[in-house]
């Protein structure tokens, strides 16, 4: 008596020592919708050198029962493209290792240069403080060591005068001071004046302004979007704002 054989796919392997799984499928004629239909099951396949591989198209054959629930063993491989699949996973995955090993290659020359970028500017500001403290604090009173040290990193860096006479940015203090009070003085009045002149009585000096400054009918524009552009005017033209709204600020501030 012939044996029952069947072609189907590996579609797991690897999961089970000298077990596959493999997907047969068959037509059957369904009576209900009188149409051929294709039904697919699943095998457990023994295969003894653990030779198949996923994707594989192989012919199963009947055996001698080997465990509760396989019954069919491997007898030939008809398509080994699980195995081809398997070389070109394995070939990219060694192209993305060598890949990460150049990219930790240039990381670490990176980090390197770095590295050596910090050590040369320590270095430089090292022997700018150096020539620094001897000028300052030795006034010509420096032994024969410090003085020809002097020298040598002098010449390395090509310094003839100390300190070096270039062009720096001087920040002027008391003027920064000056504009930081005035902007916080406007900050300051903004808020009380804005909340002032949201109120119904000053609506039509305000609604005068909108038009000026956005050229759109106020009645357009929602409250939210009135407020902001008011608080926008006031901060950006400070001393205009104190010129019109003059009583209003007198007001605030008796308050």
């Known amino acids: 008596m012939a044996r029952q054989n069947f072609i189907g796919l590996v579609v797991s392997q690897g999961k089970m020592n000298k077990t596959v799984k493999v997907q047969v499928e068959r037509k059957t004629f369904n009576r209900i919708i009188n149409k051929e239909i294709m039904k697919r099951k699943n095998f457990l396949v023994h295969d003894e050198g653990n030779i198949a591989r996923e994707g594989d198209i192989v012919r199963i054959e009947a055996c001698r029962p080997l465990s509760a629930k396989k019954n069919f063993a491997i007898a030939e491989i008809r398509k080994n493209k699980g195995s081809q699949f398997a070389k070109y996973d394995q070939v990219a995955k060694q192209q993305v290792l060598l890949e990460?090993?150049?990219k930790t290659?240039?990381?670490l020359d990176r980090r390197a240069k770095t590295e050596l970028?910090?050590?040369n500017n320590s270095s430089l500001i090292s022997d700018l403080s150096f020539i620094a403290k001897g000028v300052v604090t030795a006034q010509g009173e420096l032994s024969a060591e410090?003085?020809?040290?002097i020298a040598?990193?002098?010449e390395k860096y090509g310094i003839k005068s100390w300190p070096p006479q270039k062009e720096v940015l001087e920040l002027e203090i008391q003027t920064l001071k000056e504009k930081v009070r005035s902007l916080?003085?406007?900050i300051d009045f903004v808020d009380p004046v804005l909340s002032k002149l949201m109120?119904?009585?000053y609506a039509a000096r305000v609604d005068d302004l909108l038009k000026e400054v956005s050229k759109k009918e106020p009645s357009e524009l929602k409250k939210g979007?009135?407020?902001n552009i008011l608080r926008k005017y006031l901060l950006k033209n400070p001393e205009a704002a104190r010129e019109k709204f003059r009583d209003v600020i007198e007001q605030v501030k008796s308050q």
Not at 146 to 149: A, G, H, P, R, S
């Open 199 to 201: 109120e119904e009585e």
């Open 100 to 102: 990460e090993n150049e």
């Open 117 to 119: 970028e910090i050590k």
């Open 225 to 227: 979007v009135k407020k």
């Open 152 to 154: 040598q990193i002098k």
């Open 105 to 107: 290659k240039e990381f």
């Open 184 to 186: 916080q003085d406007t």
């Open 146 to 149: 410090e003085t020809e040290k």
